[in-house]
């Protein structure tokens, strides 16, 4: 046998065949860590490749996309378009959102002329296969496989839907095969759709086809200045972009759970790593006594954190694609949260990042065991081999420069602007801030355990100083424990807050008694000047207020913003939740506006600025004269005075109606008048504000539902690494135990000692996490969540939950101490005295 | 120094065995501790001594005989009740020091009078009593790591004897220790076990650790037998 064969053999396959019990939880510790990550990727990317491949399916084969507000644009946009020299194919479309009757929810409808749309979405066209000319008979529909699934209808069978305030009956002419489009869709001839949803000669997209050899930007930049105003000629790629706009929130969301994953099991890999090599420093250094140079002791050491965790990551991938897979069969892409609504994703195995798990993990475990390993083969094996030695050397921990320079980083970092949209510089904040939290730990616990007042009791007295003896040992355990709860307690706080500041937002956007919508979402369902007055007229109504949803593009490359057309009183701070400009004061002859948060991040317009809207083909200057909180779009929307939206678009319809009731009347009967008014009025929305409250809520409660499941996944991985901890500080310390017992320590008294370290420890570490976690909780508030949503929220704590998550982590440190202790404590443990130490 | 006529500790007919199918370690020991005698027993590594000085202490108990401490039968005591004896009337020395890395050296001194419940007032003075005893006054405030091994075994002697115990119980309380310093660390026991009025028992493998006692014992075969000292 080599001389390194035989450090290796002397170094860790002992402890290999040794403690198998001990080496199952490290793997395990390992495996969780790696399974939660690499799931929570596969979900997120799995969802994504679905949406991206819809999207790519829509945009087909087109080279530019002409894209105007959804109202449309005038379909002569599009004879002027195909008569252009270089354009080898023009496809008018004429996007909608209807609303099926019976409670589905919005149907999307890609109207198309079909003979033009067949070589620019060949895949969608093919899909309708042979039943391609019967597109065109009244009223024809064809539906994907996905929505023919959730509309219960087939080929031959009769789907209605909302046009108006009224409804209309399409004829399903074919069911398209589900590899032709996994989403929920209609298509339909343009002619059609324009008729049926009253859009004659209105269309809202131009797909272009260029001849071989043009020049794609130069043609981008003559439409520009052909266009009418608020259309677009985009290329291809920003219309896929966008479709990926809406999944933000969900994917930051989710971001941020496997950047906790990762982080903990990285923390627990290292902290597991570390404690094994600092408690076998006597062997090492008897190794180094009789022969074994340190680059052999290093090398040995750095193989078996190999081992460990490429045998801890291999187990995680394959789990986390299980996991994965399960997850999506039963909750769907979007995690129960309904962000993708009838989106089928499937976690197809992806070998390249399975592979990359595979070796973050290996990766992780290493540089684990490395740097404990450096360490302990660089001492002197005189010094290691002194009793005590093991403390000596996690006490190096302690000096705190290095954990404020990059706790210094981190706060730099917060203070940095998002990168394409993206809080990337925010994500490095939490990294680096909760990287030096981490490193502060020793230091910290030193300090706080000196602060901790002596108790009289000799259980809690030995306790103490044995936990002052080994605060920097302590601290390495709890480093998994106190990332993965301050990043629970972070998203708590986050989670929290934007609740409470989005309770109280829609009390503020809700304050009528009731609301009335023809549809949640809708296009093509809309009340006319006439409804309006049906509905005006109707008993127990004391006042009322009309609204017209619209969208409007402020930048080519951005996706549009919503326009609200809505009477605006006197005070707006009574009628918006204003955040700035409740002061300003409105220059004479201006046209006001007030624009969500997200306007001003994304399009850098404040309180004062005059803001260029692009409106029925037209652009007018309106000033901005208040900026307020939208949780409803993150995209951006903007309100204008509904008089002065009608004079100049001249749209007189409505798609919202909010109710104040006469004083006596009921919600009930006015909402059953206003049903009994228009056909199918059962399928109208009639909401109370508390009921649309209590809606969201429930909608915002099932979005954050797996988020908790999951942070909870990564504190019983954190669990796991103190009970790891606990249990081989246990084993290290039988000795001791042993001469307390015989000194006259009851075995109780130990176990109790052993519970009130576990407490004492995991008491500063939930302090610790608690304050860490608030911090990391700025970050996610004020950096993180407002570059990703661009709005703000209020901070506000949990107090309750906090408390209760803290107690049950105390709880539960403590029980983990004393089952581990137990063992220890036996009575063939009590002649563990006569063991050298 | 003399035994008194009252005996502390009674062996009367002990056997003990680790399984019943593999021959007795101990078989038929009888043995007698008087009032304030110090006793060491001898013998060859394997033969038994750590075995016999479990059952002396009440942490095992015999398969047959039995060991009266003070007239109170070990072997009818449950763990509370044999702890608490323990803790109040004997005390130990190990070879391996067994002092507590995390606590001070006077913390460590005081963990016996701290399990007892004690003071304090009464502890601190009874604490410095034994430190300026085995000659670490002034080390209080000191951590064992600061000490040399002689010094930690002086702590461990001083912890074994700070709560006036009946029996000191010393398991080759020198085996760590270079022969000049074991010496020194012996004669310090033995003075130590009379001048606080204690009985003991000197569990060690060397002659020259035996003779520091008042009797040796032999335990050789199974069986305890009287050796005279060398001196």
Redesign the interface.
């Given at each position: 046998m080599s001389s390194f064969g035989a450090v290796v053999r002397a170094v860790s396959l002992g402890r290999l065949r040794g403690q198998p019990g001990r080496l199952t939880v490290t793997v395990a510790a390992i495996a969780l860590g790696v399974s939660l990550a690499t799931a929570v990727f596969v979900i997120n990317a799995g969802a994504l490749n679905e949406f991206g491949l819809a999207a790519r399916k829509l945009v087909g084969a087109a080279d530019v996309i002409v894209r105007g507000p959804r109202q449309g644009f005038d379909e002569s946009v599009f004879v002027r378009l195909a008569q252009e020299p270089g354009i080898d194919v023009a496809s008018p479309v004429l996007e909608l959102e209807v609303v099926p009757l019976g409670g589905h929810p919005p149907l999307k409808v890609m109207a198309v002329d079909p003979f033009r749309a067949a070589p620019m979405q060949p895949e969608l066209l093919a899909g309708v296969g042979r039943d391609l000319m019967a597109l065109f008979e009244p009223g024809a529909v064809a539906l994907s496989a996905e929505a023919a699934r959730e509309l219960a209808v087939r080929a031959g069978d009769v789907l209605s839907v909302r046009a108006g305030a009224g409804t209309y009956d399409l004829r399903v002419v074919a069911v398209m095969p589900a590899d032709a489009y996994a989403q929920r869709l209609a298509l339909m001839d343009i002619a059609t759709a324009q008729w049926v949803f009253d859009r004659v000669g209105r269309i809202n997209r131009i797909d272009l086809r260029l001849e071989q050899g043009r020049d794609v930007g130069r043609l981008r930049e003559r439409l520009a200045a052909v266009l009418p105003a608020g259309v677009n000629a985009l290329n291809p790629g920003v219309e896929r972009d966008r479709a990926a706009e809406v999944t933000r929130a969900y994917r930051v969301n989710l971001n941020m759970l496997a950047l906790v994953a990762l982080l903990t099991g990285a923390f627990l890999v290292f902290s597991t790593q570390a404690l094994s090599i600092l408690r076998r420093r006597s062997a090492l250094a008897l190794l180094r006594a009789v022969g074994a140079t340190r680059r052999q002791l290093e090398l040995a050491l750095l193989l078996e954190g190999l081992l460990l965790g490429a045998a801890g990551s291999l187990v995680g991938v394959v789990l986390g694609q299980v996991v994965a897979s399960l997850a999506l069969a039963r909750l769907g892409g979007d995690l129960g949260g309904g962000f993708f609504g009838g989106l089928e994703v499937v976690a197809r195995p992806q070998p390249v990042v399975l592979a990359a798990f595979l070796v973050i993990g290996t990766a992780v475990a290493a540089i684990g065991a490395w740097l404990p390993a450096r360490e302990a083969a660089a001492t002197s094996p005189s010094r290691a081999l002194k009793s005590g030695d093991a403390e000596q050397a996690a006490a190096r921990l302690r000096p705190v420069w290095p954990g404020a320079a990059v706790g210094l980083v981190g706060a730099a970092c917060a203070w940095l602007p998002p990168v394409g949209g993206l809080p990337v510089f925010g994500y490095v904040s939490v990294a680096a801030l909760l990287a030096a939290g981490v490193m502060l730990v020793p230091a910290a616990a030193a300090r706080l355990l000196d602060a901790v007042p002596s108790p009289a009791a000799v259980t809690w007295k030995t306790a103490l100083a044995q936990l002052r003896g080994s605060a920097s040992q302590s601290a390495v355990s709890l480093a998994a424990i106190i990332v993965s709860f301050s990043l629970m307690v972070a998203m708590a706080i986050m989670v929290y807050s934007f609740r409470e500041s989005f309770e109280r937002w829609l009390g503020e956007v809700l304050p009528a008694d009731l609301h009335v919508r023809v549809a949640s979402s809708s296009d093509t369902a809309y009340w006319t000047p006439a409804d309006q007055e049906a509905i005006a007229d109707l008993d127990g109504i004391q006042r009322i207020r009309f609204q017209r949803w619209q969208e409007a593009y402020l930048a080519p490359d951005r996706p549009p913003v919503a326009v609200i057309a809505r009477e605006v009183s006197r005070d707006p701070t009574q009628a918006l939740p204003l955040v700035r400009g409740a002061d300003f004061e409105l220059p004479a002859g201006a046209v006001p506006t007030w624009v969500s948060e997200a306007v001003t991040d994304l399009y850098g317009i404040d309180v004062g600025d005059t803001l260029e809207l692009p409106l029925a083909g037209r652009r007018f200057d309106l000033v901005v004269a208040g900026v307020w909180r939208d949780y409803g779009r993150s995209t951006g929307a903007l309100v204008v005075d509904r008089d002065w939206y009608i004079a100049r678009t001249g749209d007189e319809t409505a798609s919202h109606v909010a109710i104040w009731l006469a004083p006596g009347a009921s919600a009930e009967d006015v909402a059953r008048r206003i049903r009994g008014r228009f056909e199918r009025g059962e399928d109208l929305q009639v909401l109370t504000g508390t009921a649309i409250r209590e809606l969201s809520l429930r909608v915002f409660d099932r979005a954050f539902a797996v988020t908790y499941l999951l942070e909870a996944v990564a504190v019983v991985i954190g669990l796991i690494g103190v009970s790891f901890a606990f249990s081989s500080q246990a084993l290290a310390r039988r000795a001791e135990f042993g001469m307390l017992r015989h000194v006259g320590m009851l075995r109780r008294q130990v176990v109790g000692m052993l519970a009130g370290e576990g407490a004492i420890m995991s008491a500063l570490g939930v302090l610790y996490g608690l304050t860490l976690g608030f911090v990391l909780s700025l970050v996610l508030v004020y950096v993180i969540n407002r570059q990703s949503f661009n709005w703000s929220i209020d901070v506000a704590l949990p107090w309750v939950q906090l408390a209760l998550l803290g107690a049950v982590l105390v709880a539960a440190a403590s029980v983990t101490a004393m089952l581990s202790g137990r063992a220890a404590t036996s009575a063939q443990a009590v002649r563990a005295v006569r063991e050298d130490w | 120094m003399p035994a008194s006529s009252r005996a502390v500790l009674q062996l009367s007919a002990i056997v003990k065995r680790y399984a019943p199918d593999r021959p007795a370690v101990l078989d038929g020991i009888d043995m007698e501790l008087g009032q304030g005698e110090y006793v060491a027993i001898m013998g060859e590594s394997g033969v038994g001594k750590?075995t016999l000085l479990?059952l002396m202490?009440g942490?095992d108990r015999p398969d047959a005989g039995r060991i009266l401490f003070e007239g109170a039968d070990l072997g009818g005591l449950d763990?509370?009740s044999a702890?608490?004896l323990?803790?109040?009337r004997?005390?130990?020395v190990?070879?391996?020091f067994?002092v507590?890395?995390?606590?001070t050296v006077a913390?460590n001194v005081g963990?016996?009078l701290?399990?007892?419940?004690a003071s304090p007032a009464e502890r601190a003075p009874r604490v410095e009593t034994m430190l300026d005893r085995v000659g670490l006054a002034g080390y209080g405030q000191r951590?064992?790591?600061e000490l040399s091994g002689g010094e930690t075994q002086r702590v461990a002697i001083a912890?074994a004897l700070v709560h006036r115990p009946r029996l000191l119980l010393a398991?080759e309380p020198t085996g760590?220790l270079d022969p000049r310093t074991a010496s020194l660390v012996l004669e310090l026991l033995r003075d130590c076990v009379h001048a606080e009025g204690a009985s003991g028992v000197l569990i060690t493998h060397s002659r020259a650790a035996a003779d520091t006692a008042d009797r040796i014992l032999l335990l050789d075969g199974r069986r305890l037998s009287p050796a005279q000292p060398a001196r």
């Open positions: - | 750590s479990n202490a942490l763990d509370d702890t608490l323990r803790r109040e004997m005390g130990f190990f070879q391996a067994h507590l890395p995390y606590m913390d963990l016996p701290d399990l007892a419940g951590y064992p790591r912890r398991d760590n």
